[in-house]
C-alpha cells in the first residue's frame, strides 16, 4: 500500500517529460535520431519520424510503438524543400500541431579539401546546413501556432573546433551553430515561444563512423574512419577513454525539447566526454 505524503510534501504525478507533445525527428532510421524517437516515445511523446532510408526508419517506427508511443515514419530528404513542406503539413494533419523539431539528419564525408570536389562539397553542405535552414523554415509557424515548443538542431564538436580531414563538416556544423543563435533571437524577439538550442556530439558510437570518406585521411577522426573502430579512437582522444552511446546524445536532446529547459534558447550543450574540454 503507498504511504500518503508527508505534511508539506508536493506530491509527483508520474508524468512522461513529453506527454502530450508531437515531435518531429529527422534521420531517424538510425544512430542518435533513432535513439532520440525511442527515449521521446518512452517519454510520452507522438513521435514523427523521417528518413531517406525507409526500412531503418520503419524499423524505428516499430520500436516507437514497442516503447508505449505513437507515431509514424514519413520518408524525408532533408535538402529538399518541396519534402519539407509535405512534411510539416502531413506532421499537422496527423498530429494538429508540433512541439519539437530534431534536425538530427547529417552525413561527414571526410578527406583533404584540397582533393573535395565541388559536387560532394554541396552534397554535404546541403544535407548538413540547408537541411536545418529549411527545417527550421517551415516549422517554426507551426511549431508557434501549436502554443510553442523546441528546435534541437544536431551539430558537432566539429562545429566547435577544427578537424584535419573535416574541413567540409566543420564548416556545416560551424554554421549550424550560428544559425541556431540568430535563429533564438528572431523566435525571442517575437514572443512566439519558440525555443532554439544545438547539440554538439564527441566521438559518438554510430554507424555514421562507417560511412562518407573521400580522400587522403587526416585528423584523428578521419583516422577514425579508415580503421572503422571508433572505440580505438576514443581510448586515444577521448578523456572520459571511450566513446559515448547514440542514447547520451538522446538524453540532451530530451532536455533542451521539454519544459525543463524552459528558459534556455541560443545555447550549445556539449556532449563529449571532455573532449573538448581539453
Ligand atoms: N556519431 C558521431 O560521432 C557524431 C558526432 C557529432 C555529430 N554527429 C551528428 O549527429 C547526427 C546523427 O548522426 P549519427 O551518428 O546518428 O549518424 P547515422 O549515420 O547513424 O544516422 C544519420 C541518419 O541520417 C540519415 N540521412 C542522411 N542523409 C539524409 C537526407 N538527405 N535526408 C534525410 N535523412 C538523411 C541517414 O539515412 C541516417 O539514418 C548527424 O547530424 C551527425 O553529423 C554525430
Not at 11 to 37: E, P, Q, Y
Not at 46 to 69: F, M, P, R, W, Y
Not at 196 to 210: L, R
Request: proline content about 2%.
Amino acid at each position: 500500500m503507498r504511504r500518503p505524503p508527508a505534511a508539506g510534501v508536493e506530491t509527483v504525478n508520474v508524468m512522461g517529460r513529453m506527454d502530450g507533445k508531437v515531435a518531429l525527428v529527422t534521420g531517424a532510421a538510425s544512430g542518435i535520431g533513432r535513439a532520440t524517437a525511442v527515449r521521446f516515445a518512452r517519454e510520452g511523446a507522438a513521435v514523427v519520424s523521417t528518413d531517406i532510408d525507409h526500412e531503418g526508419g520503419n524499423e524505428t517506427l516499430s520500436l516507437v510503438k514497442q516503447n508505449g508511443g505513437r507515431g509514424i515514419f514519413l520518408h524525408h530528404d532533408v535538402a529538399s524543400e518541396a519534402c519539407w513542406i509535405d512534411v510539416i503539413a502531413t506532421t499537422h494533419a496527423e498530429f494538429g500541431g508540433l512541439h519539437a523539431l530534431i534536425n538530427n539528419a547529417g552525413i561527414a564525408i571526410s578527406g583533404d579539401i584540397v582533393e573535395r570536389s565541388y559536387e560532394s562539397w554541396r552534397r554535404e553542405q546541403s544535407i548538413n546546413l540547408d537541411g536545418v535552414f529549411f527545417g527550421v523554415k517551415h516549422s517554426i509557424p507551426l511549431l508557434a501556432r501549436s502554443g510553442g515548443g523546441a528546435v534541437v538542431n544536431v551539430s558537432s564538436v566539429a562545429g566547435l573546433v577544427g578537424n584535419a580531414g573535416l574541413a567540409g563538416y566543420g564548416a556545416s556544423k560551424g554554421a549550424v551553430r550560428l544559425f541556431t543563435k540568430a535563429v533564438a533571437l528572431e523566435c525571442a524577439k517575437a514572443r512566439n515561444h519558440v525555443r532554439v538550442n544545438s547539440v554538439h556530439p564527441g566521438v559518438i558510437d554510430t554507424p555514421i563512423w562507417e560511412k562518407g570518406s573521400s580522400g587522403r585521411a587526416g585528423g584523428w577522426a578521419v583516422q577514425a574512419v579508415r580503421k572503422a573502430h571508433v572505440a580505438v579512437v576514443a581510448q586515444l582522444g577521448v578523456p572520459v577513454g571511450r566513446a559515448g552511446q547514440a542514447e547520451d546524445v538522446a538524453n540532451g536532446i530530451l532536455f533542451l525539447a521539454s519544459d525543463e529547459a524552459r528558459y534556455i534558447t541560443g545555447t550549445e550543450l556539449v556532449i563529449d566526454g571532455g573532449l573538448t574540454a581539453q
